[in-house]
């Protein structure tokens, strides 16, 4: 890449950080450190910004960088993460969503802990949080370094890793500073921006085909070497049965995962109703679900106009798609249009990572105050001494993530949101729905669901072939995969429901029908809640 454009994208992204950590003071001077404050933003915000925020928290780099690479190279099969991301949010909207809201405070662990034993629920379910959390970071930190290497060509490793350091430092500053009420104005403000690049880029592709679509599938097919085939499924997930099997575990995962994700759940109590809390998931449904139709077009677009061999050269996974095709859409390298066009989308995508990461480590950072901390410590700790702790784990999380990132950095970034995706749909949301509607669970059923889930799930990645026994692993030069599934949701999702049914019926503990009844009433009707 030329200088030009090292200069602009340099020039856009520090703009961003300025008003970012500009609403990051402006907050900080203005709160006063409660810990409804700093876990929930005070609870003041209307149901649209709270559904943009949603939005922005949701519309990752695995979606505008992942999922356009992945269906680039894949045709059919790299749609279908569009697809299952965006009916995830039918189950929120009528699963989740209302009944968190008035069951819980801060975290997941909340809602499960109304009716058991608070103790061992917390610690299994923060533990859990913190887990997918740092996963889903892992994400985020790898297609940050993926931005840096586009940018700087692919010559400077040490340019990658300095930014991946760089972004985990800039989430610390802003969840320890401004908690809540600035990470959701910064997420809206990436949402704003984000569905404004999406916008031009998808009617700069269709101007390019005279707003032909079919035109474009036909383009995309030609070149993408694999003709009729690229429209189809099975390009990626086709042919043998491990193939099969493991597109059914993706879509599993992506599905179900999102009512599990820790700093999805948390939104919800930034709203001051239920009712509210509903309203903004159908916001945010509105925006993910035209934000995700247009990553179809970005994807069969930069497979019709760069051309996959292009992409795949830039990177192997992918996550360069889209700012190739801005490149060319602007009017090629070299070229004003062009850099100022590619420029702009590298901005943006830089933005998504940091609002999306800020999200995530105050769910897990609060997790560990709210629900570790608090539980671990003989006497119930004040709420001031609980924030404390979350500006400090919001550190250990950025480290732990930091090096993570440096580790995964070749892998595709919407495939690493598919595992996160997989940990949460297999040990949050089998606790979370036994919790609500099932009036036998009991507190060993709760701590047998959130481990049954969380340890397979986290077993088999290891010995999947994405840590080993391929040329694509994360350790190629070592080979203990002995499963063969890349996403083991199709295993540990079942797993986790049925050690959630085992440890209930097996449990000497009789469950407390009154505070079933209770929660019940609470979760349906609002009385009671926070």
Known sequence: MTADHQTLVLLLFSAFVAVTLGITTWVSRNRHGSAEEFYAGGRLFSPMENGFAIAGDYMSAASFLGISGLIALFGYDGLLYSVGFLVAWLVVLFLVAELVRNCGRFTLADVVAARMSERPVRIAAGTSSVTVSVLYLVAQMVGAGTLVALLLGGESEAAQAWTVIGVGALMVVYVSLGGMRATTWIQIVKAVLLMGGAIALTVLVLVRFHGDFDQLLRTAAERSGHGAAFLAPGLKYGGDWVARFDFISLGLALVLGTAGLPHILSRFYTVPTARAARRSVVWSIGLIGGFYLMTIVLGFGAAA???????????????????????????????????????????????????????????????????????????????????????????????????????????????????????????????????????????????????????????????????????????????????????????????????????????????????HAETEVRSLTGAGAV
């Not at 784990?393 to 995964?408: C, D, H, R, Y």
């Not at 997989?422 to 036994?434: I, R, W």
């Not at 694509?472 to 995969?481: A, W």
């Open 305 to 515: 106009i760069v051309g996959p061999e292009a992409v795949r050269g830039s990177n192997a996974a992918g996550n360069t798609a889209v700012p190739l095709l801005a490149l060319d859409l602007g009017g090629g390298a070299g070229s004003t249009g062009g850099t100022a066009l590619f420029a702009i989308v590298a901005a943006i995508a830089f933005a998504t990572i940091l609002a999306v990461v800020a999200g995530i480590t105050l769910a897990s950072s609060a997790s560990v105050a709210h629900d570790l901390y608090a539980s671990l410590r003989r006497r119930r700790s004040r709420p001031r001494s609980e924030v404390a702790v979350a500006r400090t784990a919001a550190v250990g999380i950025g480290a732990v993530a930091i090096g993570l990132g440096l580790l995964a950095k070749d892998l595709n970034v919407a495939f690493l949101v598919g595992l996160a995706f997989a940990v949460a749909a297999s040990a949050n949301l089998p606790v979370l729905l036994y919790s609500l509607f099932w009036g036998g669970f009991t507190t060993r059923g709760a701590v047998w669901s959130v481990y049954g889930g969380l340890v397979p799930s986290m077993v088999l990645v290891l010995l999947s072939p994405v840590v080993s026994g391929s040329p694509d692993s994360l350790f190629p030069g070592v080979d203990f995969q002995y499963f063969p599934l890349q996403n083991p949701g199709l295993v540990s999702i079942p797993l986790g429901f049925l050690a959630g049914w085992l440890g209930t019926v097996t449990s000497a503990e009789p469950p407390d029908e009154a505070k």
